[in-house]
């Protein structure tokens, strides 16, 4: 028994001794300074581990997480985002989750919370486009919205708003401390956003984000906490069902190999974090709403559209507005330059360039712009900026007749030749842009341009053969050669009613 004892010691010596020598050289062959935890925490071993360890500085967990009540697809690849297709109008519940541990964020508990719901396009491409796009969904289907919550649905909301400009958002009031759940419809579909060709065209994503805010010193509801998204397809009723089960069968056809490569599908969605929107968040102040920017760019400007009823986008003179007027000089302070932007319809841009002055804007190129704004809006401020107006689709000459003036004949020679009066004083003609090519816009261009009350035009008429009076329609607008010259004079109507312009 003893000789058995002593060979248990042994042994025992022999383990300690080789461990130790087998620790031994540990750092020798690194070298002095190599070995880094992070360089251990790197490896592959460590890699699952090294997911749950959170840093210093930065929260381990989101304030906030939010559910949606709706299975991802099947057919979506390994570190691809989550792809969930919904039915149009079909309320899908979107679960408000208070993720806090015990004594985070102490500033907001027993308070109320501000989330703002959103459906927003995912294609970049989109995004520079989106007010146009949905102002022409807006046309094509007026008085529907394309976002909304079901309120005898939903649990836990208060004080739920929307904005009649806003058709893509809404927002409302919660107690992270109690059960809410959101329960929005959707009714855009995205083949609506798609160009139609020959039918059959795949719907472009949309993205379901959801932005979290708190109240600041002064009561407004603007002090961000969270936010978090998740990738949608919309379809027409039953067609999110059908392309569920036509993506699991296909799944179901693919080797064990290959759906190695793809995700499962899950019952809920996850929203994951992201960016906050960047447009400036409602203000809950007093219980009155204010209203909010979501995509329209154009509701928050309170300065006055430059007028359009300009006979000339490049016209000088005339005793009419000019556009020159309105072109930024390099001079301009950065208060004259916020003015001209939200006067020019780019208010959604006054923050971002609030330190900038005339000279500082002028300076960027068209490529500098479509990288800070976007294509669509990149290449309007570039063309605001040069003054680049749009061409008149027509340009006629026109001189009104004095009372003193040749009889017809000489008139017409005039207006054919650009000549003179009898009384050798030469004609002096004013040019009309037009836009549009319809008779209204002549008269109106008319009134402008020769100081004539635009409502006392009753008919505008053209001189034929034999003189007589051919009512000038849009046919006849739209057949006027470019640069014709006329003379023009004016009678009396009938009755003392006004007057018509005859044109010859």
Not at 31 to 46: N, T
Not at 313 to 334: C, F, K, L, M, Y
Request: glycine share 6%; hydrophobic share 30%.
């Amino acid at each position: 028994m003893a000789w058995v004892l002593k060979m248990d010691e042994v042994i025992e010596s022999g383990l300690v001794h080789d461990f130790d020598a087998s620790l031994s050289g540990i750092g020798q062959e690194l070298g002095a300074g190599a070995y880094s935890m992070s360089d251990v925490l790197a490896l592959p071993i460590f890699k699952q581990e090294d997911s749950n360890l959170p840093l210093d500085g930065e929260t381990k967990n989101p304030p906030f997480q939010y559910v949606m009540c709706a299975a991802t697809s099947p057919a979506v690849k390994l570190h691809d985002e989550t792809l969930t297709y919904l039915n149009q109008g079909q309320s899908y519940e979107i679960r408000m989750l208070d993720n806090r541990k015990m004594g985070d964020m102490p500033e907001i508990s027993g308070k109320l919370v501000k989330s703002i719901i959103r459906v927003v396009f995912h294609d970049r491409r989109l995004q520079y486009t989106e007010h146009q796009q949905l102002e022409g969904w807006k046309w094509n289907r007026p008085g529907d919205r394309l976002l909304d919550l079901d309120i005898p649905m939903s649990v836990g909301i208060i004080d739920r708003r929307t904005n009649p400009s806003q058709l893509n958002a809404v927002e409302f009031l919660w107690d992270p401390a109690k059960r809410t759940s959101a329960f929005i419809q959707v009714h855009c579909i995205s083949t609506e956003f798609t160009p139609r060709k020959h039918g059959g065209e795949k719907g472009v994503p949309f993205r379901i984000q959801v932005d979290t805010f708190k109240q600041n010193e002064n009561g407004e509801y603007t002090d961000h906490l969270h936010s978090a998204s998740c990738q949608i397809k919309v379809f027409k009723p039953k067609g999110a069902d059908r392309k569920q089960k036509t993506d699991r069968e296909k799944m179901e056809k693919r080797t064990a190999h290959e759906k190695e490569k793809y995700q499962p599908s899950y019952d809920t969605t996850i929203l994951t974090e992201c960016s906050p929107w960047p447009d400036t968040p409602t203000a809950y102040v007093n219980n009155s709403p204010s209203p909010a920017p979501t995509f329209t760019s154009s509701q928050q400007n309170t300065c006055s559209v430059p007028d359009s009823n300009s006979s000339s986008p490049n016209h000088q003179g005339d005793g009419v507005s000019q556009v020159s007027g309105e072109q930024i000089q390099p001079s301009a302070t950065p208060q004259e330059t916020q003015q001209w932007l939200l006067k020019n319809r780019f208010s959604s841009y006054t923050r971002l360039f609030s330190n900038f002055s005339g000279a500082d804007l002028l300076k960027l190129t068209k490529e500098d712009l479509v990288q800070i704004c976007g294509a669509a809006d990149g290449i309007r401020l570039y063309n605001s900026l040069k003054s680049r107006s749009v061409r008149p689709r027509l340009t006629i000459y026109v001189c009104q007749e004095q009372p003193s003036s040749t009889p017809l004949q000489g008139q017409q020679q005039a207006a054919g030749g650009g000549g003179e009066s009898g009384s050798g004083t030469p004609y002096v003609y004013h040019a009309i842009y037009l836009e549009e090519m319809v008779a209204s816009e002549v008269a109106r261009k008319l009134a402008l341009v020769f100081n004539i009350p635009f409502h006392q035009i009753n008919q505008v008429y053209r001189q034929g053969p034999t003189g007589i009076h051919i009512l000038v329609s849009d046919q006849m607008v739209q057949n006027f050669q470019d640069e014709s010259c006329f003379l023009f004079s004016t009678v009396k109507a009938e009755n003392n009613d006004g007057i018509h312009i005859i044109l010859k």
